[in-house]
């Protein structure tokens, strides 16, 4: 192992592929950890939550390198690692968990309470999670291995799916977190916010559970026609600024089952200006009495790039009255990924489930990545996918 590199947030609106330190079995303490593994990262996906960073809308310091979408081939493993060898192919969870805390022998991996000294949950590669450092990389270390390393059970069949394999990582299970929280089941009528991979990935999931109709909404042209084509009611927001009249044109109906916000903070209203809490609203609208609203979008607890001081500190405006009276059920959080990845593996591995294709994976070296950071943040209907190796077959 030599010459790492990998993807550095420098300042808001810019990040560089540099070269960095070679990943060491330390944690970010720098205690010497044994229970660890370096991987050659075999690919590692951009994610909407890096662009929350690199947009300036955290407080991310600069030198981070970014990245908690990872799956890769174990090269060095510590001495207490038993369960893994050196060849093994694996998908990494963006949680970093400890697997012996309560919350992780509980399966809430997403809010570890022993990996982060600032809150609980730990991730790789991102602000205020523990200081692990991103796997948007050539090598990384995944600490407590055999805990947190899905292992692919046949190398040829992952390498023969590794488009779909990637996105085990974060945004399918996120995705189906957020379609499971909200109750989605057979028969379901089902209202996903945002067209983004996430959004594509919970209206694949809703599919999958059972629901009858999975209408996605936004307001990005190119997002709506992608989630068209690969079988999903788009609802195009600059119709209206009424979303129950826009569901209605669809089911008959201004009420659905289940609503699911793949959106978070960064919301954007009908008139075109930021309103962190207009999402969260409507799904409050749109829910039926007893409904469920899943919450994989993102809110965060501090944001300086915020329309108002209230929302800097993660404050919003929400209509809870309106969620209260209608005995509504709400679930937020970091998706805890070990909880679902395997069973979303076996969908994948036996044709049930063709994630890259629905969330349109489309796959870019290390060294085009800021370029792809780029044409994301502009709206791009694609989810982008590093080759730090070039192993990926085109």
Request: proline share 5%; aromatic share 6%.
């Amino acid at each position: 192992m030599s010459n790492n590199r990998g993807v550095v947030y420098i300042e808001p609106g810019k990040v560089e592929v540099q070269n960095i330190a070679d990943p060491t079995f330390s944690a970010p303490d720098g205690r010497k950890i044994e229970h660890a593994v370096i991987l050659k990262v075999i690919s590692t996906n951009i994610c909407g939550s890096d662009q929350h960073m690199v947009r300036g809308r955290t407080t991310a310091p600069a030198g981070l390198v970014l990245g908690h979408e990872i799956t890769g081939e174990v090269i060095e493993k510590g001495a207490d690692v038993e369960m893994l060898d050196v060849g093994d192919i694996v998908s990494v969870p963006f949680n970093v968990a400890c697997g012996r805390c309560r919350t992780c022998k509980s399966q809430d991996t997403g809010v570890c309470l022993t990996v982060n000294p600032s809150r609980a949950g730990g991730a790789y590669g991102y602000v205020d999670m523990g200081g692990w450092i991103g796997g948007q990389a050539r090598y990384v270390m995944v600490p407590y291995a055999d805990f947190n390393l899905l292992k692919l059970p046949d190398r040829d069949r992952a390498m023969a799916k590794i488009r779909d394999i990637t996105m085990l990582s974060d945004i399918l299970p996120t995705g189906f977190h957020g379609a499971v929280k909200a109750g989605v089941g057979v028969g379901s009528v089902v209202y996903i916010a945002g067209a983004g991979p996430v959004g594509l990935a919970a209206a694949a999931s809703a599919r999958i559970l059972g629901a009858a109709v999975v209408m996605i909404g936004d307001f990005n042209p190119h997002r709506l026609a992608h989630a068209k084509r690969v079988g999903f009611e788009p609802v195009d927001l600059t119709q209206s600024d009424r979303l129950g009249d826009l569901i209605a044109e669809i089911v008959g109906t201004n009420e659905v089952d289940a609503a699911i916000d793949a959106v978070g903070f960064e919301a954007r209203g009908h008139s075109g200006g930021e309103q962190p809490a207009v999402v969260l609203n409507q799904m409050m609208e749109i829910t039926r009495a007893a409904g469920n609203i899943g919450i994989p979008g993102l809110y965060v607890t501090e944001d300086p790039g915020a329309v108002d001081n209230a929302a800097k500190e993660g404050s919003l405006s929400l209509r809870f009255g309106l969620g209260w009276a209608k005995a509504q059920s709400f679930h937020t959080g970091q998706t805890p990924v070990l909880r679902y990845n395997r069973q979303l593996m076996q969908a994948i591995l036996y044709d049930r489930l063709p994630i890259a294709d629905i969330v349109n994976a489309t796959v870019i070296s290390l060294e085009d990545a800021a370029s792809g950071y780029q044409t994301f943040d502009a709206g791009a209907a694609e989810k982008f996918v590093l080759d730090p190796h070039g192993l990926i077959a085109a």
